[in-house]
C-alpha cells in the first residue's frame, strides 16, 4: 500500500508543481520578510513631518527637538522646518503625514497661562501612520506640563516669598532654561538592557511558522481526501476483504504523509538556512510531530464521515478556526484571557509553544515522554477511527 | 420567468443540500458558536488589547515610586503588568510584553538629590523601537517628579530671607495643588484631515485591533465559501451537472442560483461578525452597511470560488488552489493593515484584493 501510494504521488506531475509552488511561497515570504527592521528607510520612504515654527522662544524649541532629538523619528520619519506656506501646500499635496504649528507668544502665553494651542494637523490617509502620531504627540504633552507647573509655580512661592517681580523672572527664566534642557536629555533617565535571547517570540517568525502549520494542516487534510476517495471508489472496503484491517490502512496513510512532511521540512530547512535562518533540528522535530498529529486527526475525519462535502467542512473549518481561536492569526500574547484559555485546548497553540521552546534549545526540558503521549495519542485516534469506521456499514458508492 | 425560475431551483437545490444534510447543519451551528464567541471576545477587548502591554518591577517602596508606577498604570496606551523581574522577563520571552521598566530602589532619594542618570532600567529586546516610544512615554511622567526636585533646589538656592517662607512639604503641596488646576491642562490640539481636505473625527487606537479581527472573520468567511462551492465541484466530477444541463438550466441560472445559495449560508456569520464588530465599537447606526459590506464580500469569494470550481479539473486541485487563495488573499488582507509603516506602499493590485477592499470598508465604516 505504501509503496503504491509513493509511486502515485512521485507520478503526479501537477501535485509536484503546487508543492513547489507552496514552497517557493514560503521561501520568499521569509525572503521578503527578512530586511533589518531596525534600519533607517531612505528619506522618500519615511513619514514626513512638517514644523512652522512662529515664536523663537525656547519651549517652542523644546517641541521641535523632540523630534529632531528623537532617534525613534530621525530614522523613521524626515521632519521638515518650514514656512506655512510651504508646509500647507506640501501637506495638501499628499507629501506630509502630518504638521505642527506654534504659534507666535507661545511661550508668552504659557507664563501668562493663556495656553496658545499649538495646532497638530494629521493626515487620515493611512491610519496607522495617523494612530502612531497621535499617541506620540499626546505623550509629549506631558513634558511640557511638567516644565510649565514647575515654572509657574516656582514663580509663584517666589513671589510670595518677597522676592521682586524682576528677580523672580528672571530666576524663573534660569530654571525654565535648565527644566527645558532636562526634558530634552530625557534619555539619561533611562539604562537601556538589550536582552538577547533566543526564545523571544517576534512577530515575523511567529507567522513564518504559523503558515507551516497550515500548510502542514492542508497536506494531511489532502491526505484525509484520499482516504475518502479511495472509500467512495471501493477500494478501502476490498482492502478490508483481503484482510487488511481499517487501521492498518490508515496507519499506512499516516506513515505516508509524515514521510512526505519530513521530507518537506528538511527541504524548508535548507532553504531557510540558504537564507542565513538558522533552524535547530528539535524545532524541526516538533513540527514534523505536529504534522503527524494533524495527519491522525484529518485521517480520524475522513474515516468517521461520510459524506466527502462533510469532510472538507469539518477539517476546513478544524484548521482555520482552530488557528484563530488557538493564537494562530491574531498571535496567542494578544488574545484576552478567556481567548487563551480556548487557545489552550487546540493544537495550534502548543505548536506555537512548543517549536519556540525548541529555538531557544528549552525543548529537552520538555520531556520526549510528551512527545511519544502525542504520538500515541494519533495512534489511538486512528484506531478510534478504524472502529468507527469497521461500524459504519458498506455505505460505499452513494452519497458521496 | 424562466431564468427566474432556473435560479430559484438552483438555489434551493443549493440550500436543500446543505439544510437537510444533519451533520452540515451540525458543523455550521458549532462554528457559528465559536464563531460568535471568538467575535465578541475580540471586539470586547479590542481597547484593552490595543494598549502596549510593558511591565514594570518596583524595586522601591517610597511614595514617589508608587505613584509613578500608579499613574503609568493608569495610562490608556499602556497595558501594565506588575512583577518580578524574573516572571515578567518569562512573559517577555514569551512575546506577551514589548518591555520592563525597572524602577531602582533609591529612585525617590536620587531625584531629591537631582541625581538623574539611570533613574529606571528598561528591560527590551534588540532592534524594537517600541521601547523607544514607552521611554518617552515613561519620561513624560517622571518629568514632573525631576522638575519639582530641580525647582525646589532652586528655591534653597536662594538667599537667605527669600526662602523661609515654604517648607518642602508645602513647596509640593503648592505645586500639586497647581498640576491639578485646568489651567494647565496644557494639549495639542488635534484636528484629522482626509485626502480631500475635509476634516474628520480621529481614530481610536483601538482601530487597528479591530482591523485584525475583521481581517481574520474575512479569512473565516472566505473558508465557508471555499467549502459550499465544494459541492460544485462534486458535482461536476460525478456528472450531475452535465446530467442537469439536459433540463434546460442555464449557466447564468445555475451562477446566480449558486452564488444566492452561498450568501444565504453565509449570513449568520455576516451577521454575527457585523453585530460584533458594530456593538464593540459603539458603533450601531452602521450595522446595516457593516452587514452588507459582509455580505457583498462572501458573494466576491463564492464567485472566486465558483470560477475555481468550474475551471479547475478536480476536487483536490480545487482544495489546493482554493486554500493558496485563502491564504494569499488573507495574508494581503493582514499586510495591508500595516501598509506605510511597516512595509512601503504596495502595487495597485493589492487594492483590488477582496480582502484588502473589505478592511478598507470596515475601517471606513469603524471610523
Redesign the interface.
Known amino acids: 500500500m505504501l509503496i503504491n501510494d509513493i509511486k502515485r504521488i512521485v507520478q503526479n506531475k501537477?501535485l509536484w508543481a503546487?508543492l513547489l509552488?507552496?514552497l517557493a511561497?514560503v521561501w520568499l515570504?521569509a525572503r521578503g520578510m527578512q530586511g533589518?527592521?531596525?534600519e533607517a528607510?531612505p528619506e522618500k520612504?519615511r513619514?514626513a513631518i512638517g514644523i512652522i515654527n512662529h515664536d523663537t522662544s525656547i519651549y517652542s524649541k523644546m517641541i521641535t527637538s523632540m523630534y529632531l532629538e528623537?532617534?525613534?523619528f530621525t530614522?523613521?520619519v524626515s521632519i521638515e522646518l518650514g514656512e506655512a506656506d510651504a508646509v500647507y501646500k506640501r501637506?495638501?499635496d499628499?507629501e506630509l503625514d502630518m504638521y505642527?504649528e506654534i504659534p507666535e507668544d507661545f511661550a508668552v502665553s504659557?507664563e501668562s497661562?493663556e495656553?496658545l494651542?499649538?495646532?497638530?494637523?494629521?493626515?487620515?490617509?493611512?491610519?496607522?501612520?495617523?494612530?502612531?502620531l497621535?499617541?506620540?504627540?499626546?505623550?509629549?504633552?506631558?513634558?511640557?506640563?511638567?516644565?510649565?507647573?514647575?515654572?509657574?509655580?516656582?514663580y509663584?512661592?517666589?513671589r510670595?516669598?518677597?522676592?521682586s517681580r524682576e528677580a523672580a523672572r528672571k530666576?524663573n527664566e534660569?530654571?525654565s532654561i535648565?527644566?527645558i534642557m532636562?526634558?530634552l536629555s530625557?534619555?539619561?533617565?533611562?539604562?537601556?538592557?538589550?536582552?538577547?535571547?533566543e526564545?523571544?517570540?517576534?512577530l515575523i517568525p511567529?507567522y513564518i511558522h504559523e503558515?507551516v502549520f497550515?500548510l502542514m494542516g492542508?497536506f494531511a487534510?489532502?491526505c484525509g481526501?484520499?482516504f475518502q476517495?479511495e472509500h467512495h471508489s471501493g477500494i478501502v472496503r476490498r482492502l478490508n476483504a483481503v484482510g487488511k484491517s481499517s487501521f492498518l490502512i490508515l496507519s499506512e496513510k499516516l506513515l505516508f504523509l509524515e514521510g512526505g512532511m519530513i521530507l518537506l521540512l528538511l527541504a524548508f530547512k535548507a532553504g531557510m538556512a540558504a537564507l542565513g535562518v538558522y533552524i535547530p533540528m528539535s524545532a524541526v522535530v516538533v513540527m514534523s510531530v505536529a504534522g503527524g498529529d494533524l495527519g491522525a486527526i484529518m485521517l480520524t475525519f475522513a474515516a468517521c464521515?461520510?459524506?466527502?462535502?462533510?469532510y472538507?467542512?469539518?477539517s476546513?473549518?478544524f484548521l482555520?478556526?482552530g488557528a484563530?481561536?488557538g493564537g494562530g492569526?491574531?498571535?496567542y500574547?494578544?488574545?484576552?484571557e478567556?481567548?487563551e484559555r480556548?487557545a489552550k485546548c487546540l493544537p495550534n497553540y502548543w505548536f506555537l509553544k512548543a517549536v519556540?521552546a525548541a529555538h531557544?534549545g528549552e525543548l529537552p526540558g520538555y520531556p520526549g515522554l510528551l512527545l511519544l503521549l502525542i504520538f500515541a495519542a494519533a495512534a489511538g485516534l486512528l484506531g478510534a477511527a478504524a472502529w468507527v469506521y469497521s461500524r459504519r456499514g458498506g455505505r460505499v458508492y452513494e452519497n458521496? | 420567468m424562466k431564468m427566474l425560475n432556473g435560479i430559484m431551483t438552483q438555489f434551493l437545490l443549493r440550500m436543500k443540500l446543505l439544510c437537510r444534510?444533519r451533520?452540515?447543519v451540525f458543523?455550521f451551528f458549532?462554528?457559528a458558536i465559536?464563531?460568535l464567541?471568538?467575535m465578541s471576545?475580540?471586539n470586547?477587548?479590542a481597547e484593552?488589547?490595543s494598549s502596549i502591554?510593558i511591565g514594570i518591577v518596583n524595586l522601591s517602596d517610597e511614595p514617589m515610586a508608587q505613584e509613578l508606577t500608579q499613574r503609568l498604570i493608569q495610562m490608556p496606551?499602556l497595558h501594565v503588568t506588575v512583577g518580578d523581574l524574573d516572571t515578567l522577563?518569562a512573559r517577555?520571552?514569551?512575546?506577551?510584553l514589548r518591555c520592563i521598566l525597572e524602577i531602582r530602589e533609591d529612585y525617590a532619594e536620587r531625584i531629591e538629590k537631582g541625581k538623574?542618570?539611570?533613574?529606571?532600567?528598561?528591560?527590551?529586546?534588540?532592534?524594537d523601537?517600541v521601547?523607544?516610544?514607552i521611554?518617552?512615554?515613561?519620561?513624560?511622567?517622571?518629568?514632573?517628579d525631576?522638575?519639582?526636585a530641580?525647582?525646589y533646589a532652586?528655591?534653597e538656592a536662594?538667599p537667605p530671607?527669600?526662602?523661609?517662607?515654604?517648607t518642602r512639604e508645602q513647596?509640593e503641596a503648592?505645586?500639586e495643588a497647581?498640576?491639578s488646576d485646568v489651567?494647565?491642562?496644557?494639549?495639542?490640539?488635534?484636528?484629522?484631515?482626509?485626502?480631500e481636505?475635509k476634516e474628520?473625527k480621529?481614530?481610536e487606537?483601538s482601530?487597528?485591533?479591530r482591523?485584525?479581527?475583521a481581517a481574520?472573520a474575512a479569512?473565516?468567511l472566505a473558508?465557508l465559501q471555499?467549502?459550499i462551492m465544494?459541492?460544485v465541484v462534486?458535482e461536476k466530477e460525478?456528472g450531475i451537472l452535465r446530467r442537469r444541463r439536459l433540463t434546460a438550466l442555464g449557466m447564468a441560472a445555475e451562477t446566480v442560483g449558486n452564488l444566492l445559495g452561498a450568501m444565504t449560508g453565509a449570513i449568520l456569520l455576516a451577521a454575527i461578525f457585523a453585530a460584533c464588530a458594530c456593538f464593540g465599537a459603539g458603533k450601531t447606526e452602521v450595522f446595516g452597511a457593516m452587514l452588507w459590506t459582509t455580505l457583498l464580500f462572501s458573494i466576491m469569494m463564492s464567485l472566486i470560488y465558483f470560477i475555481c470550481a468550474k475551471i479547475l479539473p478536480g476536487?483536490?486541485?480545487y482544495?489546493?488552489c482554493g486554500?493558496?487563495l485563502?491564504?494569499?488573499f488573507?495574508?494581503c488582507g493582514f499586510c495591508s493593515?500595516?501598509?506605510?509603516?511597516?512595509i512601503?506602499e504596495f502595487p495597485a493590485w493589492f487594492d483590488y484584493v477582496p480582502n484588502c477592499m473589505f478592511l478598507h470598508r470596515v475601517?471606513e465604516l469603524l471610523?
Open positions: 501537477r503546487v509552488v507552496c511561497a515570504l533589518d527592521n531596525a528607510l520612504e513619514v528623537n532617534g525613534l530614522s523613521y501637506f495638501a499628499g505642527v504659557m497661562l495656553h494651542p499649538v495646532q497638530v494637523v494629521i493626515s487620515t490617509r493611512n491610519t496607522a501612520i495617523e494612530l502612531m497621535k499617541n506620540l504627540m499626546e505623550s509629549y504633552a506631558g513634558f511640557i506640563n511638567a516644565v510649565e507647573v514647575n515654572c509657574v509655580s516656582l509663584d512661592v517666589m510670595d516669598s518677597g522676592m530666576t534660569k530654571i535648565l527644566l532636562q526634558a530625557r534619555d539619561e533617565f533611562f539604562k537601556e538592557v538589550v536582552t538577547e535571547h526564545s523571544f517570540v517576534k511567529f503558515a497550515l492542508f487534510l489532502l481526501v484520499r476517495k464521515v461520510q459524506k466527502m462535502q462533510n472538507l467542512l469539518i476546513n473549518m482555520l478556526l484563530v481561536l492569526i491574531i498571535p500574547m494578544y488574545l484576552s478567556h481567548m480556548v519556540f531557544a458521496a | 444534510d451533520m452540515t458543523v458549532l462554528a465559536s464563531f464567541y471568538g471576545d475580540l470586547r477587548e484593552e488589547r502591554p496606551s522577563m517577555m520571552e514569551d512575546g506577551y538623574y542618570k539611570e533613574l529606571i532600567t528598561v528591560y527590551h529586546q534588540e532592534n523601537n521601547a523607544t516610544v521611554t518617552d512615554i515613561a519620561a513624560g511622567e517622571m518629568m514632573y525631576v522638575c519639582l530641580r525647582a532652586e528655591y536662594l530671607g527669600e526662602k523661609e517662607k515654604y513647596y503648592y505645586t497647581m498640576r489651567k494647565f491642562d496644557f494639549a495639542f490640539r488635534f484636528s484629522f484631515v482626509d485626502t481636505g474628520q480621529g481614530t487606537n482601530l487597528f485591533y482591523q485584525a479581527v481574520t479569512m473565516l473558508m471555499l467549502s465544494a459541492g462534486m460525478q476536487l483536490q486541485s482544495q489546493i486554500t493558496l485563502l491564504l494569499v488573507g495574508a493593515m500595516v501598509e506605510g509603516v511597516l512601503d475601517t471610523t
